[in-house]
């Protein structure tokens, strides 16, 4: 009754005109478009329920509570039901986490979770990707979500990962990956930000990944790749709850990546 006052009279005029024409006067009402449905989500990272918002025009991308996107609930989604990070006793780095991402894991009792910030202070630690100073096999698991597409030297990079894990110990890592694109595409010489934003679809992007190009990297580098299209074993309609499917454009793939370290 209350919303139905605060309905001005000319808007309340133009319905009831518009009702006549979709015919509810026959005693059907109109019906309502599938958009205008009302929809509530389930935060995967943080718990919340309600309906996310737009995000760079994308509906329903994120989270109000923790800022989370649609990757990032899908990785904790995977991570709750498909490796044992909620439940072992494990030793995990993140590098650069979103922030609800890095609550979630650090509530975990099971983890000793440490941070790694590129901004000083921002993390639990500075670590420069390329020269990590840990000493060799000394994490069980890390993270590197969306963060090879900045570093010059990714190659630098994956074999550091390599080194500090544990023999069986496992990265889970994704880059932008265009659907469709065949060819790894990078130049060093190009470093403008307008430049940049051109030639890799974003200011601080140094190259654009193909799938055969991660994969040979991180072959090169020792690890055993395996690429698990989460999404496609998911029911459609536990991806619509938690909104995990992120539409882009042009569209990326938004497989996980999970590369192991050999155990010998
Ligand atoms: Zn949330």
């Excluded at 780095?93 to 979103?98: G, I, K, T």
């Excluded at 890095?102 to 910030?117: D, G, H, M, P, W």
């Excluded at 698991?141 to 570093?151: A, K």
Aim: a positive charge; one cysteine or more.
């Amino acid at each position: 009754m209350r919303a139905r006052l605060l309905v001005p009279i000319v808007l309340r005029a133009a319905l009831a005109t518009s009702s006549i024409l979709l015919g509810a006067g026959c005693g059907r009402s109109a019906p309502k478009a599938a958009s205008e449905e009302p929809v509530v989500h389930v935060c995967t990272v943080c718990g919340a329920t309600e309906t996310f918002a737009t995000f760079n025009n994308r509906k329903h991308a994120l989270c109000s509570k923790c800022a989370s996107k649609e990757r990032h609930r899908l990785l904790v989604h995977y991570f709750e039901h498909e490796t044992p990070l909620l439940r072992d006793k494990l030793d995990v780095l993140q590098f650069s986490p979103e922030k609800g991402e890095a609550e979630f894991l650090r509530k975990q009792a099971n983890l000793k979770y440490v941070t790694s910030e590129y901004d000083p202070g921002k993390g639990d630690i500075r670590l420069d990707i390329t020269a990590i100073d840990q000493p060799e096999a000394s994490w069980d698991v890390v993270i590197v979500y969306h963060i090879l597409e900045h570093i010059i030297d990714d190659r630098k990079a994956m074999s550091e990962l390599f080194r500090i894990l544990r023999p069986g110990g496992t990265m889970y890592l994704q880059v932008p990956l265009e659907t469709g694109r065949t060819e790894l595409y990078e130049d060093a010489t190009i470093v403008g930000k307008k430049e940049r934003n051109k030639a890799f679809g974003q200011w601080d992007h140094v190259r654009r990944y193909s799938a055969q190009g991660l994969k040979s990297r991180l072959e090169e580098a020792g690890f055993v790749v395996e690429v698990v299209d989460y999404l496609a074993k998911l029911d459609p309609a536990v991806i619509t709850k938690h909104s995990m499917s992120a539409k882009f454009n042009p569209p990326l793939d938004e497989q996980i990546w999970v590369a192991k370290k050999p155990v010998r």
